[in-house]
């Protein structure tokens, strides 16, 4: 992993960004497209505890993600809780303007508790930019970072 690798995500991800998040729950995959925002190792979203990503998640957190910037990885989901629980307040504060576009148009209820943000801890991954094949190990950033 090396700086131009970090840099690239900045650019690709550091932003609403759709994604395509894959879950497993039975043996059965299921995938859907999210809302995504990309830092530090991690894909962020705003979503709702009865979803059913949120319930396959709370059973097996292993996740696979895709985008159409040519990436693809996998990773651990984690519930990171309420979005008005204060623990989240600085996380929010830069969700929100991310997502300011879509975020208040009644889509998303802060209000209700069970509004959460789902972390998507990435542990390895592929970036292809302009013809070169990044292989990207995550767990490598979180330990010598």
Same mark, same amino acid.
């Given at each position: 992993m090396c700086n131009k690798d970090l840099q690239l995500l900045d650019e690709k991800f550091g932003k609403d960004t759709l994604i395509a998040l894959a879950t497993c729950c039975d043996n059965t995959p299921t995938v859907r497209i999210v809302n995504s925002y990309?830092?530090?190792?991690?894909?962020y979203t705003v979503t709702h505890n009865s979803t059913a990503k949120m319930k396959q998640i709370s059973?097996? =957190?292993?996740?696979? +993600?895709?985008?159409?910037?040519?990436?693809?990885?996998?990773?651990?989901?984690?519930?990171?809780?309420?979005?008005?629980? =204060?623990?989240?307040? +600085?996380?929010?504060?830069?969700?929100?303007k991310v997502f300011a576009e879509w975020y208040y148009n009644g889509h998303t209820n802060e209000s209700d508790p069970n509004t959460c943000i789902l972390c998507i801890h990435l542990t390895n991954g592929v970036l292809y930019h302009k013809g070169e094949k990044f292989e990207i190990d995550f767990n490598a950033i979180k330990n010598n970072g």
């Open positions: 990309y830092e530090s190792g991690c894909f059973k097996n =957190p292993v996740v696979s +993600i895709c985008s159409d910037q040519w990436f693809t990885a996998q990773g651990i989901a984690e519930n990171l809780g309420y979005v008005r629980d =204060p623990k989240n307040e +600085i996380l929010m504060s830069k969700l929100r």
